[in-house]
């Protein structure tokens, strides 16, 4: 046992550690036992590795989109090709990564060892919904090498359906395939919680990190339908003239919009929920206390999902929806910060006394819940009527969904993917150089960023390429912030690859974590448990795992 | 493990991995019972998904419905009610065959599984059949929304024997909006009808399977399942047919 100081980090001997031979990575040989593989390890493996893939696509576009913003003129690119970038930019970070981010990879590896089962319940569905984001990810690409589309993320009618003459049908096709893909994800887990959950795991057993999932897979099966048929609306109303949101033809475009914000609003709870779900573990690991308020943490996640679903109009406020509806709206729009605010809140208060330790799935989380909750008090701003007016469209609200995307889910991704790393692999990634990503992660961030608000007070118009030179020095601080943040990303990259195979053997169970994920051999076997255990004690129990471990020693000794 | 039948080594495995003995049983499953719960669950939770998919158009219809509702009880009265209340007939009992299916799946009569399975796919193609003579009538009218589309029966609507005419002019500002009934007419159903074409494909696979014994050994959770799948768009169609078809049949007689 090597010891560290202000470390809970334990590692078994390194002179005498082996992984283990027999896990999920070597039970079956070759290209055709992953592709073709059943097992929700393997398949969260495939979800990572081209989740991965398009986040450096999807960024490459927004370092274009800075690099241009860097001067006031039109320099680098002509102002359709700009359009195409921030449009593709959000396409794919949206759908392709944002999406299944966390639920596709963590939550498809952890969900069913948490629980204690041996996979999910549909594991060819499983596989199916990656083939599915994989169509629909080469549709996306397609329609990018073919000359990409420039309509927004939004597919705001009747741009879309009347005035561009860019790939909209083969992108929208792509978004239909990749929407079945997240919500066969989500109908899986739904199930996965409800019927697969192993003797003595109760509802209030399970850790807050399924909670989320299952809010998230909520929304994922009500929500992701509706944009189904606004998108395939969209592409009959472009190709044979439906009418359905032509004004000339009696159609109400607003129509479109209230049918795809039905969606896209709960799609930033699918979005950030699960990454909620991983900082309720970090946080409670790294300090060693058992999640203040659990039930209000797991309702919480409940409550954002339900509340997610009426909402949608702050995306409208200046469309032209009644006066009277958008106060309601508007109501509305507050409330859901008050279950977001009880996370903050616990959260909070799981740290309070708690013994604190600073590793690098810490630092994210601290980073997260900072970030977040800019980002989400911003949110309150443009839920507020008369602000709304004035902010809305400039980069206030770029700064702001930023935050709560990038700043939040982002970093809960990466907390998460450097918390379950050693579980994942079997091996330890790099700490100090970890750390140190964390930490230019969050200076490159709040560089990139906080200039976007003022940019947005001072009124600023998003997805424009040129602006008033008055706006440089902001737009300049905010490029350099984005070179910083990019190196940021590119480092897990390079030494989580480094670890596969030079990483420090991590054990079982590295962190003394309590879930029962960390109480089986890493990586898992494929199997996960050789017999299906039996939860008798409550989720974050410390002096559980005190007690297991003590009387291991004994036993062994 | 493969084999059901009862032997000393089939005992003891299945004492310890908790009576597997369907071959269709799947490992990660602790009991048959749980595999057939989580389908049935699961296909409930993806009937849900095609709530909210159909929903966005029937959210569509109460709009404009709302909006232009003399153009929509218009186009509506050109709809063929005879038919549509003969596929209306046809569907439930399609469906009726289809829950018989499931029945005879249950007590393990294969032969009458096959037929009730026939039988519901007859009734089934029939549905479509019937649907083609609709859609053909309307692409003669010209009310296939596009550019062939005519309101002029709209506006100067066809007399009767009487010389009175059949229903109320509309203007033709709203006759145009008999477009929007029209394309929802033909969306609504024409997503109904694929949901038909692929359950007629899956009862064919499914078929087979029964008449392969598959269904008729204790382990019925596919024919079930798409039980589940064919009253749901049998349902589909009970809110179609007074939605699109029923909307005020007599708009003369006030």
Redesign the interface.
């Given at each position: 046992m090597k010891e560290h100081d202000n470390s809970i980090l334990r590692l078994p001997d390194q002179a005498t550690a082996q992984v283990p031979k027999k896990n999920f990575i070597t039970a079956e040989d070759g290209l055709m036992s992953w592709l073709l593989t059943g097992d929700h390890k393997r398949i969260a493996m495939l979800y990572l590795f081209s989740i991965t893939f398009f986040f450096f696509i999807g960024g490459a576009f927004a370092g274009l989109i800075r690099l241009e913003l860097l001067t006031p003129m039109p320099d680098l690119v002509a102002s359709d090709t700009y359009n195409k970038l921030f449009t593709m930019h959000g396409v794919i970070m949206v759908f392709l990564f944002l999406v299944p981010s966390v639920p596709a990879t963590l939550g498809n590896f952890l969900i069913p060892i948490m629980l204690g089962a041996r996979d999910l319940a549909f594991p060819k569905i499983n596989l199916l919904s990656w083939y599915l984001y994989i169509i629909g990810g080469t549709l996306t690409l397609t329609a990018l090498v073919l000359g990409g589309v420039d309509t927004g993320w939004t597919f705001t009618t009747p741009l879309s359906t009347h005035y561009l003459n860019t790939h909209v049908v083969t992108t929208a096709t792509a978004i239909f395939i990749a929407g079945f893909s997240s919500i066969f994800t989500g109908l899986n887990f739904i199930v996965t919680i409800h019927r697969m959950r192993c003797p003595g795991m109760t509802w209030f057993r399970m850790p807050l990190f399924v909670w989320a999932h299952y809010a998230a897979s909520i929304l994922m099966v009500l929500g992701t339908p509706v944009l189904a048929i606004a998108i395939v609306l969209v592409a009959l109303e472009r190709t044979i003239g439906i009418g359905v949101f032509d004004p000339t033809k009696g159609g109400d475009p607003l129509l479109f919009q209230h049918l795809f914000w039905f969606y896209s609003h709960p799609a930033v709870y699918i979005m950030i929920l699960p990454g909620m779900g991983v900082i309720s573990e970090v946080i409670s690991t790294f300090s060693r206390k058992r999640v203040f308020g659990y039930t209000a943490v797991a309702f919480s996640s409940v409550a954002i999902a339900l509340f997610g679903f009426f909402v949608w109009e702050h995306h409208m406020f200046i469309m032209g929806v009644s006066n009277y509806s958008a106060l309601v709206f508007s109501l509305l729009t507050m409330l859901v910060a008050v279950p977001s605010a009880i996370k903050i809140f616990n959260w909070a208060f799981t740290l309070q006394k708690g013994s604190i330790t600073f590793e690098t799935p810490m630092l994210y989380a601290f980073g997260f819940m900072g970030l977040f909750t800019i980002g989400g008090l911003t949110g309150v701003f443009l839920g507020s009527l008369g602000m709304d007016i004035q902010l809305t469209e400039t980069y206030f609200i770029v700064a702001h969904f930023h935050f709560v995307m990038v700043g939040g889910m982002l970093m809960a991704f990466l907390s998460g993917v450097h918390f379950w790393w050693p579980k994942m692999t079997g091996r330890m990634y790099p700490e100090a150089l970890s750390k140190l990503a964390a930490v230019v992660t969050f200076i490159g961030f709040n560089l990139t960023f906080l200039p976007q608000f003022i940019l947005g007070y001072l009124g600023m118009p998003r997805r424009y390429h040129s602006y008033p030179p008055e706006f440089q020095i902001l737009n300049v601080m905010s490029t350099a912030g984005a070179t910083v943040l990019g190196i940021g990303y590119l480092m897990p990259v390079i030494y989580l690859a480094w670890s596969l195979k030079y990483g420090a053997v991590a054990g079982d169970n590295p962190w003394q974590a309590t879930g029962l994920e960390w109480q089986i051999q890493s990586p898992p076997l494929t199997e996960n448990f050789t017999e299906i255990p039996i939860m008798d004690h409550e989720a974050y129990d410390y002096e559980w795992l005190e007690h297991k471990t003590a009387h291991e020693v004994t036993t062994v000794g | 493990m493969d084999s059901a039948t009862v032997n000393p080594q089939a005992e003891h495995d299945s004492a310890k991995h908790h009576h597997v003995s369907l071959p269709q049983h799947?490992?990660?499953?602790?009991t048959e019972e749980?595999q057939r719960?989580?389908g049935s669950?699961?296909m409930w939770?993806?009937l849900?998904?095609?709530i909210?998919?159909?929903?966005?158009?029937f959210?569509?219809y109460l709009?404009?419905r709302n909006?232009?509702y003399d153009a929509f009880v218009a186009a509506s009265n050109t709809l063929n009610v005879k038919m549509g209340a003969a596929n209306t007939a046809i569907l439930i009992t399609s469906g009726f065959f289809m829950a018989l299916g499931v029945w005879a799946a249950e007590v393990r009569k294969k032969n009458l599984l096959v037929l009730f399975l026939i039988l519901t796919t007859v009734f089934g193609c029939a549905f479509l059949g019937v649907k083609y003579f609709e859609y053909k009538e309307k692409f003669e009218l010209h009310h296939v929304?596009?550019?062939s589309f005519d309101v002029s029966q709209f506006i100067n609507p066809p007399l009767n024997a009487q010389g009175n005419a059949t229903r109320p002019p509309l203007p033709p500002d709203m006759a145009?909006?008999t477009?929007?009934f029209f394309?929802?007419y033909f969306?609504m159903t024409g997503m109904h009808a694929l949901h038909m074409i692929i359950g007629i494909v899956l009862l064919f696979w499914l078929m087979g399977r029964a008449q392969r014994g598959e269904f008729t050994e204790g382990y019925v959770a596919p024919i079930e399942n798409f039980g589940l799948y064919w009253h749901f768009v049998d349902i589909v169609w009970i809110f179609l047919f007074p939605l699109l078809y029923l909307i005020n049949l007599h708009p003369l007689a006030h």
């Open positions: - | 799947r490992h990660h499953f602790e749980q719960e989580a669950f699961g939770l993806f849900l998904t095609e909210m998919f159909f929903g966005g158009m959210f569509a709009l404009y909006w232009y929304p596009g550019n145009q909006k477009q929007l394309f929802l969306a």
